[in-house]
């Protein structure tokens, strides 16, 4: 499949993500999309005669051309939305972008994402949190993301790879740049442990809507979202928001009452959009998470239980990674109608456990 054709198809004007999937779904492939005459573009929902005559014109082509030649120059990594690599569980969400542009070394789909954010005008209550949560996480083998801004989000990438644990920052603006600046040496040090990851093309300012967007990823990418401190008006009480329509699990830490940074955390466990947290270990305990070195023992205890061929296979695809049950069907090479009654016995023996949006993962 052709990048040129799949960047193409993003740098559309009036083509949205929404627009781009029913596209995808009616043509098979961002090449047939651009092969398509007018009139069968009019038959796809959202297509009107402008953006049809749009997509006819090889304008998004030659810029998505260029944008290619300078993503290889940046060792930047397209992740189209039918990629393998591209994040399963932001996927899964309606507006999930149909590309995202990702530098580093971290796996986006790694087993446990937790995704944290708060206020730009951290206090001292919350650095500490901060540094409280990266301590507590470190052995439950996690992934961190965040959105680099100020504040809370820097604060947590510093912490995470201080302890070791990959961090990825979701950014606004595209790759060729870095806002802000002050946490250009954290970024590149994210790109060793971690990474940095957007859906915006290159050359894209850092413009105030694009954060707004940006924070669905944040939201979408992560099993649970953390709001640490947050003022009751702004962008970790809108990822919040979003975790919610996405289904996740959100979580906030109380503050005082008089402290306009806690207001937005007490809100969201007043108005039940977020479980109470008062301590980081509390995260664990609510995700059912065990600690590696613990997690290492439990299996190498359950070697000892009696496995059929089937539930062996499953437990040998899900090594190391999480999977929906049709992808897990093909690669465990089990039929799904007769896979569930497999997966519903290796919960019970507490070897698996199933996640949102018919996803399973190994303990």
């Known amino acids: 499949m052709s990048l040129i054709h799949q960047i193409a198809l993003t740098l559309v004007q009036n083509v949205g993500h929404v627009t781009a999937k029913s596209l995808l779904a009616r043509f098979g492939s961002p090449e047939a999309v651009f092969s398509a005459s007018r009139q069968e573009l009019l038959q796809v929902d959202g297509v009107g005669s402008v953006t049809a005559g749009q997509i006819l014109q090889t304008d998004a082509l030659v810029l998505a051309e260029k944008q290619l030649n300078?993503?290889?120059?940046?060792?930047?990594?397209?992740?189209?939305?039918?990629?393998?690599?591209?994040?399963?569980?932001?996927?899964?969400?309606y507006d999930a972008p149909v590309m995202l542009y990702y530098r580093g070394t971290a796996n986006l789909n790694h087993p446990r994402i937790v995704s944290i954010v708060g206020t730009r005008m951290a206090t001292s209550y919350g650095q500490m949190l901060c540094e409280q949560l990266a301590e507590t996480l470190k052995p439950y083998n996690v992934l961190v993301v965040s959105g680099l801004a100020y504040g809370i989000d820097v604060a947590i990438h510093k912490q995470s790879l201080f302890k070791g644990i990959p961090t990825v920052g979701v950014l606004g603006h595209g790759l060729d740049r870095l806002y802000p600046s002050a946490h250009r040496q954290t970024?590149?040090?994210?790109?060793?442990?971690?990474?940095?990851?957007?859906?915006?093309?290159?050359?894209?300012?850092?413009?105030?809507?694009?954060?707004?967007?940006r924070n669905r990823i944040i939201a979408g990418i992560?099993?649970?979202?953390?709001?640490?401190?947050?003022?009751?008006?702004?962008?970790?009480?809108?990822?919040?928001?979003?975790?919610?329509?996405?289904?996740?699990?959100?979580?906030?830490?109380?503050?005082?009452?008089?402290?306009?940074?806690?207001?937005?955390?007490?809100?969201?466990?007043?108005?039940?959009?977020?479980?109470?947290?008062?301590?980081?270990?509390?995260?664990?305990y609510y995700m059912g998470w065990e600690a590696e070195s613990t997690a290492q023992a439990v299996r190498q205890t359950t070697l000892a239980i009696a496995l059929s061929a089937h539930e062996s296979a499953v437990m040998k695809v899900l090594e190391g990674t999480a999977l929906r049950i049709d992808e897990l069907a093909v690669r465990a090479g089990i039929q799904q109608s007769k896979?569930?009654?497999?997966?519903?016995?290796?919960?019970?023996?507490?070897?698996?456990?199933?996640?949102?949006?018919?996803?399973?993962?190994?303990?």
Do not use: W
Request: with cysteine; hydrophobic share 40%; proline share 6%.
């Open 339 to 363: 896979l569930a009654i497999h997966l519903l016995n290796l919960e019970i023996k507490g070897l698996i456990v199933s996640l949102p949006g018919n996803v399973y993962q190994a303990i």
């Open 187 to 213: 970024a590149l040090d994210m790109l060793k442990n971690g990474g940095l990851l957007t859906e915006f093309p290159l050359y894209t300012n850092p413009d105030k809507e694009n954060f707004p967007r």
């Open 70 to 93: 300078c993503l290889l120059k940046h060792q930047i990594e397209p992740l189209f939305y039918t990629d393998v690599r591209y994040p399963k569980r932001l996927k899964n969400c």
């Open 222 to 284: 992560a099993d649970v979202t953390i709001v640490v401190e947050a003022a009751l008006k702004g962008g970790a009480l809108i990822t919040a928001e979003i975790a919610n329509s996405y289904n996740r699990d959100v979580y906030a830490f109380p503050g005082r009452t008089t402290n306009q940074y806690s207001e937005g955390c007490n809100f969201l466990i007043k108005t039940n959009r977020a479980g109470l947290i008062s301590h980081p270990r509390d995260l664990a």
